[in-house]
């Protein structure tokens, strides 16, 4: 066998690892088949040896970028040590879980294995109700999950997972600084997130909060909803449309539980806006899972960031469910993000670097991540229908849908110069 056919395959196991439904490939030759191959057909040895080294360099990228997020989701749980704890699938509300929609035999169950009824809701704005239950002395959450699996095989339940933003910003919240104030106007365009600040930018601002010290301005939530409303200097998608916001972070440590979230997707379904955005990224969630769903059956279309873990994580959710609106973030020359993370399906890109967003503080701020292309496709939807903005979306990339940009770029110039005033 010719020396050249074991690298020939090393490339081409590393070109399906990295291409198949990951922004890495675009660090790929995407050129003429001649800038990979010489005249006669064959890989070229200086060509090889520069491509191989790209994919060695991405997969330690994506390695470093998977290593980090761990980092970040212990180092979270254990600065809250008597709140949270580290689940198989991540982070959660310590010793809390959730019945989704449970039958009373469910819960008769699990009260005679020594689980708690800690809370129990029907969910504000969608036929859904929740039972949070305590898990019994000495139970870590994953080894209840276990249990109830099995003393309850036709109950589903779930951790309270947290959910966590997907964009560089500062502090989750901040202290002294004012909230936007606004309502009367209905709204058609919703977001999960954080609390917003005043800003000049921002008009008509309605928030209702759903944990502990909520709403409570965030450097996050003010920078989304200035890229999906905001006015001059911002360049946003809908400028000065009305606003409807659930801070489901606030002040509280647990903040971006699942429970939150379903509240959230309940009070903004009764208020019946057309569109949510949610530039956060969790595990699969059941009770997540079914709040979006009954959100979805409504008419509403949810739309969601694909996150900023890379490709080596996995799958973002609420982006990967099914029905949801998946988005990923480009940069100043429509690139695709090299952190962005991946989902089950991709739908749209939008900008996510190079471009500007309202301060919690007053100005403008520099914002990365796939977080802030979100607000841009869903206050965008908010004003034409899906198949509009399919129809809109420039295609990047290898021509038609694919992995890397989905069906194309929206709102490739809702872009605010960094730097302006």
């Given at each position: 066998m010719s020396p050249k056919r074991p690298l020939r395959a090393m490339l081409l196991g590393a070109l399906a690892l990295f291409g198949a439904g990951t922004a890495w490939a675009q660090l790929l030759p995407q050129g003429p088949v001649g800038g990979v191959l010489d005249g006669l057909g064959r890989i070229g040895s200086e060509a090889l040896g520069t491509t191989l080294r790209m994919v060695e360099g991405t997969a330690r990228t994506a390695k470093a970028l998977a290593n980090a997020r761990l980092d970040r989701l212990q180092r979270l749980v254990r600065a809250n040590?008597?709140?949270?704890?580290?689940?198989?699938?991540?982070?959660?509300?310590?010793?809390?879980?959730?019945?989704?929609?449970?039958e009373p035999a469910v819960i008769d169950a699990a009260l005679d294995a020594g689980f708690e009824i800690v809370s129990e809701e029907r969910i504000e704005g969608l036929h859904l109700r929740s039972v949070t239950l305590a898990v019994p002395r000495g139970f870590s959450v994953d080894r209840a999950m276990a249990l109830l699996t099995r003393i309850a095989p036709g109950g589903e339940f779930a951790p309270n997972h947290l959910h966590l933003q997907s964009g560089r910003a500062a502090a989750i919240m901040l202290a002294g600084a004012a909230a936007a104030q606004g309502g009367g106007a209905?709204?058609?365009?919703?977001?999960?997130?954080?609390?917003?600040?005043?800003?000049?930018?921002?008009?008509?601002?309605?928030?209702?909060?759903?944990?502990?010290?909520?709403?409570?301005?965030?450097?996050?939530?003010?920078?989304?909803?200035?890229?999906?409303?905001?006015?001059?200097?911002?360049?946003?998608?809908?400028?000065?449309?009305?606003?409807?916001?659930?801070?489901?972070?606030?002040?509280?440590?647990?903040?971006?539980?699942?429970?939150?979230?379903?509240?959230?997707?309940?009070?903004?379904?009764d208020r019946r806006v057309k569109v949510?955005?949610?530039?956060?990224?969790?595990p699969p969630n059941p009770l997540v899972a079914k709040a979006i769903g009954q959100a979805m059956a409504r008419g509403i279309h949810v739309v969601a960031a694909v996150g900023n873990d890379g490709p080596a994580a996995p799958p973002a959710f609420p982006a990967s469910y099914k029905g949801v609106v998946a988005v990923t973030g480009v940069d100043g020359r429509d690139r695709a993000l090299v952190e962005a993370g991946r989902s089950l399906h991709l739908d749209f890109a939008a900008p996510g670097a190079d471009l500007a967003a309202a301060s919690a503080r007053g100005g403008l701020v520099p914002v990365r991540g796939t977080s802030y292309a979100v607000p841009l496709v869903a206050a965008r939807l908010a004003r034409a229908s899906l198949d509009a903005i399919a129809s809109e979306a420039r295609d990047l990339g290898p021509k038609g849908p694919d992995t890397i940009?989905?069906?194309?770029?929206?709102?490739?110039?809702?872009?605010?110069?960094?730097?302006?005033?």
């Amino acid at each position: 066998m010719s020396p050249k056919r074991p690298l020939r395959a090393m490339l081409l196991g590393a070109l399906a690892l990295f291409g198949a439904g990951t922004a890495w490939a675009q660090l790929l030759p995407q050129g003429p088949v001649g800038g990979v191959l010489d005249g006669l057909g064959r890989i070229g040895s200086e060509a090889l040896g520069t491509t191989l080294r790209m994919v060695e360099g991405t997969a330690r990228t994506a390695k470093a970028l998977a290593n980090a997020r761990l980092d970040r989701l212990q180092r979270l749980v254990r600065a809250n040590g008597d709140l949270l704890e580290m689940t198989v699938l991540g982070p959660a509300v310590k010793g809390e879980i959730v019945a989704v929609d449970p039958e009373p035999a469910v819960i008769d169950a699990a009260l005679d294995a020594g689980f708690e009824i800690v809370s129990e809701e029907r969910i504000e704005g969608l036929h859904l109700r929740s039972v949070t239950l305590a898990v019994p002395r000495g139970f870590s959450v994953d080894r209840a999950m276990a249990l109830l699996t099995r003393i309850a095989p036709g109950g589903e339940f779930a951790p309270n997972h947290l959910h966590l933003q997907s964009g560089r910003a500062a502090a989750i919240m901040l202290a002294g600084a004012a909230a936007a104030q606004g309502g009367g106007a209905p709204a058609r365009i919703g977001i999960i997130d954080g609390g917003v600040a005043a800003h000049p930018s921002l008009g008509n601002v309605e928030q209702r909060g759903f944990v502990a010290g909520a709403p409570a301005p965030s450097a996050h939530g003010t920078a989304v909803a200035s890229l999906a409303v905001g006015r001059s200097p911002m360049r946003s998608a809908a400028p000065g449309e009305p606003l409807l916001v659930a801070d489901v972070y606030g002040r509280d440590p647990k903040g971006g539980n699942a429970v939150a979230i379903a509240r959230a997707l309940g009070f903004l379904a009764d208020r019946r806006v057309k569109v949510i955005g949610m530039s956060l990224v969790g595990p699969p969630n059941p009770l997540v899972a079914k709040a979006i769903g009954q959100a979805m059956a409504r008419g509403i279309h949810v739309v969601a960031a694909v996150g900023n873990d890379g490709p080596a994580a996995p799958p973002a959710f609420p982006a990967s469910y099914k029905g949801v609106v998946a988005v990923t973030g480009v940069d100043g020359r429509d690139r695709a993000l090299v952190e962005a993370g991946r989902s089950l399906h991709l739908d749209f890109a939008a900008p996510g670097a190079d471009l500007a967003a309202a301060s919690a503080r007053g100005g403008l701020v520099p914002v990365r991540g796939t977080s802030y292309a979100v607000p841009l496709v869903a206050a965008r939807l908010a004003r034409a229908s899906l198949d509009a903005i399919a129809s809109e979306a420039r295609d990047l990339g290898p021509k038609g849908p694919d992995t890397i940009y989905g069906r194309g770029l929206v709102c490739g110039a809702c872009r605010t110069p960094i730097g302006k005033k």
